[in-house]
C-alpha cells in the first residue's frame, strides 16, 4: 500500500489531519494515523493539503477546430493536467456534420485509449440534428457518456432553437446534461464583417465582434428552451455579468438544473490583453478565445459569483495552439486567428494564488474535485476523500513559490496566458489510480489513466 501520512485532509465534510491508504485504485483506509506494514511506501505530506485528484471538466485535446489541429495530444495534455494536480478531464469529442456520435466517440478512444497520464472522460459535442440523434445519444448513453454539447455559435457546428429543443427533450429522457457555448452566431456573423470593414483587423477587433450582450442573449435563449424541456444544462465558460445576470433572474424564477462553469483566464485577465504588441506585434492573439476576455466589471461579478457559491465548477476549455505558426495565421484579419488557449496545466495553481485569503482548501475543492464529479456523473467514484472512492489523490503544498512560464511547462504550446505570475501552492504528488504520475510538476513517465464511464 501506499500511505500519505501527516496531511490537512480536504474531506467532504471538512478538513482533518490524518493519514490516507491506497490499495491499488482505491482509497483503502482513512484514520488520525496508520501504521506502515514491511512493504509500504510511506509519503509525508506534512503542511500540505491533501485533495481529492482535480477535475477538468472542459478540453479539447487532439482536436481540428475547423482552423487547425490543436498543439495538444491527449499524451501532451493529459501529462499537463497530472503535472499541475488535475487527475481526470472531460474532453469533448465532436460528431462533426456527416459523422455519427458512434463514429466521433470511436475516433476520440483511438487518439486517447493508452496515451494517458490522467483519466479521460468524454462529452459527446453534436455539430447537426436527424431522424437518429436521439438513438445515438441513447447509445452514447450506454457508452458512458453523460454529458453533451451543443452550439448556439458557429456556422459549421450550430443547431437551430427547434433542434436544440429536440435535444434537450432527449437530454432529459436520458437524465443527461446539455452543455452549450452560449454566443449569438448571427450577430457574431454580422459584428465580425462591420469591424473588418471599419479597418479593424488585429486582435483588438475580436473582443468587438462577440460582445456581452451576445452572450446574455444566448444564455436566456437556453435557458427558456431548458426550462420548456424541463433538462438539465451546464452554461460553459461563462464569461459576463450579463450572462451571470440572466443565470441568476432563471434562478429566482425557480428553474432548477442550471449548472454554470467559468475558467480562470474569466477571473483574471482583461481585454486589454488584445492590444499587446510584442516582439512580433501580434502578440495580442495569445489572448483569441472564444467567449473573448472581458471588462473588469466582468472579473469582478464573476469572482464575486464564485465566491459566493453560484458556480459550480472551474475548468479550463483548454485549447491550444501555438502563437507562431498556428495563431499569426491571422495576421491582417482576427477571424483567421484559430479561437482558444491553453490553461490545462496551470488552473489549480492560478486559483488557489488569485483566491488566496477568499477561498479556503473547502471551497478549493468543491470547485475543481466535487462540483465537477457530481455535475457530470462522477460522484462518489471520484470528487471526494473517502474510504472506497477512486486513489485519485494531489497532495498540495500551499507554501509552494513558483513563476508560470511557458519555458517550464509541460504543455505542448508556446506561450501561457500567465506568464510571469509568482503562483502560490503547487502539486507537489499526484496520483492517478493509486499510481504516482507527476512529482512536484515533473511527469514520473507513467500512463496510468482510463477511460471514465459515467452514470
Not at 500540505?48 to 485528484?53: A, L, T
Not at 502578440?283 to 459566493?308: C, F, H, Q
Not at 482576427?334 to 488569485?354: D, L, Q, S, Y
Request: charged share 25%.
Amino acid at each position: 500500500m501506499i500511505i500519505i501520512k501527516g496531511g490537512a485532509l480536504v474531506c467532504p465534510d471538512g478538513l482533518r489531519r490524518g493519514d490516507i491508504a491506497l490499495d491499488g485504485g482505491t482509497i483503502a483506509h482513512i484514520a488520525a494515523h496508520i501504521e506502515p506494514a514491511p512493504g509500504d511506501t510511506v509519503e509525508d505530506a506534512s503542511g500540505c493539503w491533501v485533495f481529492p485528484g482535480f477535475i477538468d471538466a472542459h478540453t479539447h485535446l487532439q482536436c481540428w477546430t475547423g482552423m487547425d489541429w490543436t498543439a495538444d495530444s491527449f499524451e501532451t495534455g493529459a501529462r499537463a493536467a497530472a503535472c499541475g494536480g488535475t487527475t481526470t478531464i472531460v474532453d469533448y469529442a465532436t460528431a462533426d456534420r456527416g459523422v455519427t456520435m458512434d463514429e466521433a466517440l470511436d475516433e476520440w478512444h483511438r487518439r486517447a485509449d493508452g496515451t494517458c497520464t490522467a483519466n479521460y472522460g468524454f462529452h459527446m459535442a453534436i455539430a447537426e440534428w436527424g431522424p437518429d440523434s436521439a438513438a445515438q445519444m441513447r447509445r452514447m448513453r450506454d457508452a458512458g457518456v453523460s454529458s453533451f454539447k451543443t452550439y448556439l455559435a458557429y456556422d459549421h457546428l450550430k443547431l437551430t432553437d427547434a433542434e436544440t429543443l429536440q435535444c434537450l427533450e432527449c437530454v432529459r429522457d436520458l437524465d443527461a446534461v446539455l452543455c452549450v457555448h452560449c454566443e449569438n452566431g448571427d450577430v457574431v456573423n454580422e459584428l465580425q464583417h462591420e469591424v473588418l470593414a471599419a479597418g479593424i483587423t488585429g486582435p483588438e477587433g475580436h473582443p468587438l465582434s462577440r460582445p456581452a450582450e451576445a452572450e446574455a442573449d444566448a444564455v436566456s435563449r437556453l435557458l427558456y428552451l431548458a426550462n420548456i424541456a424541463g433538462a438539465k444544462v451546464n452554461v460553459v465558460h461563462l464569461s459576463t455579468k450579463l450572462g451571470l445576470e440572466v443565470i441568476r433572474a432563471a434562478r429566482t424564477r425557480g428553474q432548477q438544473g442550471i449548472f454554470v462553469e467559468t475558467c480562470p483566464q474569466y477571473l483574471t485577465l482583461d481585454d486589454t490583453r488584445y492590444l499587446e504588441a510584442g516582439e512580433d506585434g501580434f502578440a495580442g492573439a495569445k489572448y483569441v478565445m472564444s467567449p473573448p476576455l472581458r471588462k473588469p466589471a466582468d472579473i469582478a461579478a464573476l469572482r464575486d459569483a464564485v465566491r459566493a457559491g453560484e458556480v459550480d465548477s472551474i475548468a479550463t476549455d483548454h485549447c491550444s495552439f501555438n502563437l507562431h505558426g498556428q495563431k499569426d495565421r491571422g495576421v491582417g484579419d482576427f477571424t483567421k486567428i484559430p479561437n482558444g488557449g491553453p490553461g490545462i496545466e496551470h488552473r489549480p495553481a492560478v486559483m488557489a494564488t488569485t483566491f488566496e485569503g477568499e477561498l479556503g482548501p473547502m471551497e478549493l475543492m468543491r470547485l475543481m474535485s466535487e462540483g465537477p464529479a457530481r455535475v457530470f456523473g462522477m460522484w462518489p467514484r471520484k470528487g471526494r476523500l473517502a474510504e472506497g472512492a477512486d486513489a485519485d489523490i494531489c497532495v498540495w503544498d500551499p507554501s509552494a513559490r513558483w513563476t508560470i512560464s511557458a519555458a517550464t511547462q509541460q504543455q505542448a504550446v508556446d506561450y501561457t496566458p500567465y506568464e510571469g505570475m509568482e503562483a502560490h501552492g503547487s502539486a507537489h504528488l499526484v496520483y492517478v489510480n493509486g499510481v504516482l504520475a507527476a512529482r512536484d510538476g515533473a511527469p514520473t513517465g507513467e500512463k496510468p489513466g482510463t477511460y471514465v464511464r459515467r452514470s
